[in-house]
Structures are given as C-alpha cells and as structure tokens.
C-alpha cells in the first residue's frame, strides 16, 4: 500500500512539474499567441489524461475496475471526458479569436521611403489603413500604418467557431442520449418488444346508445390504442362496424350507427389492430330503443 502511494504521488507531482515548465516556458520565451494556444490546449487535454490513467490504476489496485469498459473507468466517464474537453476547447478558442478580433491593431512604422514610393504605398493602401504621413527628415519621408482585419480572417474565425460549436453540441447530445438510452434500457426489459404491446381499454363513452337514431361519436381510452383499425359492437349473431375509425396512443373514435331492427340490450365492444389482435372492452354497451342518454 505504501508502494502504491509513492507511485501516485510521484504521478502527481510528476503532471504538476510538466504543467509549470509549459506554463513558464511560454512566459519567459515570449511565444505567440498562435503558438501558446495550441500548447496550453494540448497540454490540458494530456493532464487530463494523466489524471484519469492515475485513477484507472487507483480503481484497478482497489479492486473497483471494470475491465468492459475504456480505462477500465466507470460507464460513461470517457464519453464525459470527451464532450468536457471540446466544451473547454471551444471556451479557450472562442476567447481567444475575440480577443484578437476586438482588441486594437498596433501602428507599424514604415520608413526610409522616397517621395515616389511613399506616393505609390499610399496608393495601394486602403484609406482606413494609413494613419499619418510625418514630415520627411533627410528627405526620407515615412508613414504610419495600421492594416485592417482582412475579411477572409473574420470569415475563417467565424467557419471554426460553428464548426467546433456544432461538434461540441453533436458530441454532447450523443453523450446525454446515450445515457437516457441506457436508463430506458435499465427499465425495460431485454426482448420486450414495444411495438407489439397489447392494446387495453379503460373507459368507453357514451355507454348507452339509442336504435334507429343519428350516427353517435363513440371515444375510446386506453393505452398502445395506436394501431387499432376496426371498431365492433356485437350482440350473438349480429355485430355493427364503427366508420370514421382515428386511432391514437390513448384514444381511438369512431362513429356509431343503428339500424331500428338492432336487438336491444347489452352489447360487446371490441377492438382490432393492424396484426389481428382483438381486444374487447371490460364493460358492454346497453342498445335501448327510445332512452335518452343519462344525464350527466
């Protein structure tokens, strides 16, 4: 156990020492921007991967590893690590081209010029660019510059910003997808098949239905209503076939007509999906020949 505590600590130290010498080389070499970027990026995403290697051998020498998985890290943590890195990413990457973008262009001196060549760079110059034209000293004349943001620039900083942001929310939302994927999986058992669930009915309206009168509206509920087609009342011999049949995950309606001849009294109401299935309500439906429907 001591062993094992050396080697993580002298992985610590090992990762702080690295990332100091990169921080301090940069500041005492005077590294561009362009440069130093890149640099701090690349070494935060090593020491990231050093952390977690020294918590991979924690996990392993603990006995808590799971060998399935990259690392052998708990589920999940890479797919974290990954949409964390591109979230720091596009913070850094995004600071710094507005950083460059907002922030003024210094003036450049450009001297030692001659009457004519002085005329012809202020030529070529946009007039937004050149800043002042100094009095010549040794008949030597000079001018001060300040060069614009070229718009191919802006464009370029504008394309990687969407194109990060874009992998940044592609990769999270694989990331928080995949675990609500993984939660539904958890609840639902392994071969159930969904699209096949049996349809149940819980409530039928109206339950009364009067012979030899206008078509009646008839509502449905229940559940996996989705794929029903054909709605029936039927009484011994005889059955009625709804029309006008709309089904939904938790309703189907249809409509309802009676001839005069309809025996009266209680009838079975009965459901049929795409595959065949039928499914018969838990309460029948009362013909009667001249009752008005309960009051509600």
């Known amino acids: 156990m001591v062993n094992f505590s050396k080697i993580i600590m002298a992985g610590v130290g090992f990762v702080f020492v690295a990332l100091l010498a990169i921080v301090y080389v940069i500041g005492e070499w005077s590294v561009t921007d362009s440069v130093a970027l890149p640099a701090l990026a690349i070494t935060g995403v090593v020491v990231l991967l050093a952390s977690l290697a020294m918590v991979a051998v924690t996990f392993s020498y603990m006995g ?12 999940g943590s890479i797919r974290a690590v990954i949409a964390l890195c591109l979230i720091v990413l596009f913070a850094i990457l995004s600071i710094y081209l507005f950083g460059k973008l907002s922030s003024p262009i210094p003036i450049q001196t450009i001297s030692g010029l ?47 910003l969407i194109m990060l942001g874009t992998l940044v929310v592609s990769i999270s939302s694989f990331y928080f997808g995949s675990k609500a994927t993984e939660s539904y999986d958890r609840t639902v058992p392994r071969g159930t098949d969904i699209s096949n ?40 011999n005889a059955s009625i ?46 013909v009667t020949a001249n009752a008005q429907e309960p009051a509600n």
């Open 114 to 160: 001659s009457l004519t060549e002085r005329a012809s760079l202020v030529e070529r110059l946009q007039p937004s660019e050149v800043v002042g034209l100094p009095d010549p000293i040794d008949n030597k004349y000079s001018v001060y510059v300040r060069q614009s943001v070229r718009a191919e620039s802006i464009d370029f900083a504008q394309q990687l």
């Open 241 to 286: 076939r709804g029309t006008g049949v709309t089904a939904t995950v938790n309703a189907v309606t249809c409509d309802m007509s009676l001839n005069s001849d309809v025996p009266e009294g209680a009838w079975t109401l009965s459901l049929t999906d795409s595959s065949g299935k039928a499914i018969n309500a838990p309460q029948s439906i009362t």
């Open 64 to 75: 808590m590893g799971d060998n399935t998985q990259a690392l052998a890290l708990p589920e």
């Open 197 to 236: 669930s049996q349809p149940v009915i819980t409530s039928v309206s109206p339950s009364t239905l009067k012979r030899a009168g206008t078509a009646k509206t008839m509502l449905i509920l229940g559940e996996n209503l989705e794929n029903v087609q054909t709605v029936v009342l039927s009484s011994g």
